[in-house]
T-cell receptor
Framework: DADVTQTPRNRITKTGKRIMLECSQT?????MYWYRQDPGLGLRLIYY???????NKGEISDGYSVSRQAQAKFSLSLESAIPNQTALYFC???????????????FGPGTRLTVL | AQKITQTQPGMFVQEKEAVTLDCTYD???????LFWYKQPSSGEMIFLIY??????QNATEGRYSLNFQKARKSANLVISASQLGDSAMYFC????????????????FGQGTILTVHP
């Protein structure tokens, strides 16, 4: 079973709709992240959370909100989707405790979102 | 200014040959880590190799090695004996700060390099 899962994997929606992307992890990591990937721009950080009570804006948070419902769950919402939010969205986790070798981030499989 | 720069949008290599993917970075933090990830056409992000700013030796992981030149702020990925399965997008990323820091953990990614391995 995958350690970091994302639902849905693909979503097509219309401008103005509210969309929620969900991320769950079984790795027991305290830190979770949301990125979006656009061609030619690499991955850019939207929001990150270092524990359930800690939520921080990333590089491109405008138009997005997040919720850390539990240590294992981190959701990304688009309150009113617009076409330039069409992208591949990744959730990732990392371990602050130092038990990981390099504390590298582990990524979910991605959610491909299309906003028409 | 870009923190991570990958200047090669695309690279081609013949199977069984070595290839170097370039990455330069910019930081004033003395403590940082550099990562390389592989993204095949299926889309998942696969961690390949890590280099810490205080590491004395270049990192190696199987056919992957990292040519770390700290003074030049470069962290190039070298793939030896390329295989067809190495065809993918490759991302360089940087994490700044100490593990006890409040912002530790975030990654900044480069734009990526698409590697194509020819038979």
């Amino acid at each position: 079973d995958a350690d970091v899962t994302q639902t849905p994997r693909n979503r097509i929606t219309k401008t103005g709709k509210r969309i929620m992307l969900e991320c769950s992890q079984t790795k027991g990591h305290d830190r979770m992240y949301w990125y979006r990937q656009d061609p030619g721009l690499g991955l850019r950080l939207i929001y990150y959370s270092f524990d359930v009570k800690d939520i921080n804006k990333g590089e491109i948070s405008d138009g997005y909100s997040v919720s850390r419902q539990a240590q294992a769950k981190f959701s990304l919402s688009l309150e009113s989707a617009i076409p330039n939010q069409t992208a591949l969205y990744f959730c990732a986790t990392s371990d602050q405790s130092g038990t990981g070798v390099h504390n590298e981030q582990f990524f979910g499989p991605g959610t491909r979102l299309t906003v028409l | 200014a870009q923190k991570i720069t990958q200047t090669q949008p695309g690279m081609f290599v013949q199977e069984k040959e070595a290839v170097t993917l370039d990455c330069t970075y910019d930081t004033s933090d003395p403590s940082y880590g550099l990562f390389w990830y592989k993204q095949p056409s299926s889309g998942e992000m696969i961690f390949l190799i890590y280099q810490g700013s205080y590491d004395q030796q270049n990192a190696t992981e199987g056919r992957y090695s990292l040519n770390f030149q700290k003074a030049r702020k470069s962290a190039n990925l070298v793939i030896s004996a390329s295989q067809l399965g190495d065809s993918a997008m490759y991302f360089c990323a940087m994490r700044e700060g100490h593990s006890g820091g409040t912002s530790y953990g975030k990654l900044t990614f480069g734009q990526g390099t698409i590697l194509t391995v020819h038979p």
